[in-house]
């Protein structure tokens, strides 16, 4: 047999778990992926041998993705039970962990460590896309920063009163670079709370000074976050996007509404079974564009427009 492969209980590999069983001196989890171990050593006998703090452990993996640890002595399989269960990427515990710094930051009376905290939360959310890029339904859970159920009907925006009261209350503090790390790190994939109320109010309070740079400023950060959300799902009236097609992008100069549709994905752009920014197109044309950008504006309009009406 192969010498056993020293580790800790530290250095061991989440696991995304649904539930775990505890029966004598075995640890059975039935885990959605059985993929952290994929890269480890494996003994001739079908199970992976590990040393923890001084003590042999047994892990198996069944087909279905159940792992099975089997430990010596109680005592080291509560430990790593422990482990699991604050280290699991999906355990309210774990998120709570992982974000209580950046709260206490955004609750605090200061504001500059208020904007130290908005540029955590960005970090910390673009961290955790860079980490799960391959899986499109794997989010930070922004919901541990206390979104609003018990006052959210169905058609309005998510309200969070941490996110809420900052916009409220330190909104001539704010500077246009604080408010564009609020929508960035507030609408990049976070799936439900993609249509978070505060990344509305922060794309209102950049227009009060509106210049076509600042115009551009959005419209990069709104693409930028559209990479994470699956085009063509429109719920039309209910979501940010829909307010941001109805309400905001009709509302800019031609060139930033040509770099919206240039970033689009094919799907965003269709009128039928899309998300129809190829209105915005339309809309363009009577702003009065230069012969290049009336040009491509047709160019949308013909691929991606309502045939009918052409």
């Not at 009907?153 to 309200?159: F, I, N, R, S």
């Not at 916009?167 to 976070?190: F, G, P, R, V």
């Not at 752009?269 to 009065?288: Q, T």
Request: glycine residues 4%; charged residues 35%; hydrophobic residues 35%.
């Amino acid at each position: 047999m192969e010498d056993l492969k020293k580790t800790t209980i530290e250095s061991l590999p989440a696991i995304l778990i649904d539930k775990i069983y505890i029966k004598s001196k075995k640890l059975l989890c039935k885990s959605k992926w059985f993929e952290p171990f994929k890269e480890l050593d494996w003994g001739g006998d079908g199970y992976l041998n590990l040393s923890i703090e001084n003590e042999n452990v047994k892990i198996f993996a069944t087909e279905n993705y159940e792992t099975h640890l089997i430990f010596q002595s109680i005592d080291l399989r509560d430990k790593v039970y422990d482990w699991i269960v604050d280290n699991d990427v999906e355990s309210p515990k774990y998120w709570k962990k992982i974000a209580q710094p950046i709260k206490e930051k955004l609750e605090s009376d200061n504001i500059e460590l208020i904007k130290e905290g908005i540029i955590d939360l960005k970090n910390w959310v673009k961290g955790y896309e860079k980490e799960h890029v391959d899986n499109s339904m794997n989010s930070a859970d922004l919901s541990v920063f206390g979104y609003d159920y018990e006052n959210w009907e169905e058609g309005d925006l998510w309200p969070n009163p941490l996110f809420d009261t900052i916009l409220e209350k330190y909104k001539e503090e704010l500077s246009q670079e604080d408010l564009l790390n609020l929508i960035e790190a507030l609408h990049n994939k976070n799936e439900e709370f993609a249509d978070t109320e505060a990344v509305y109010t922060a794309i209102n309070y950049l227009l009060e000074n509106r210049t076509p740079e600042i115009e551009l400023l959005i419209v990069n950060k709104i693409s930028e976050a559209l990479k994470w959300h699956e085009p063509g799902h429109r719920f039309y009236e209910l979501s940010l996007l829909d307010r941001l097609i109805d309400e905001i992008f009709p509302t800019f100069s031609v060139q930033p509404i040509i770099e919206l549709l240039e970033n689009a994905h094919e799907d965003n752009l269709r009128s039928e079974e899309g998300d129809d920014f190829v209105s915005l197109a339309y809309v363009a044309l009577d702003k009065s564009p230069d012969e290049e950008q009336a040009e491509i504006l047709k160019e949308f309009i013909e691929e991606y427009g309502d045939q009918d009406s052409n």
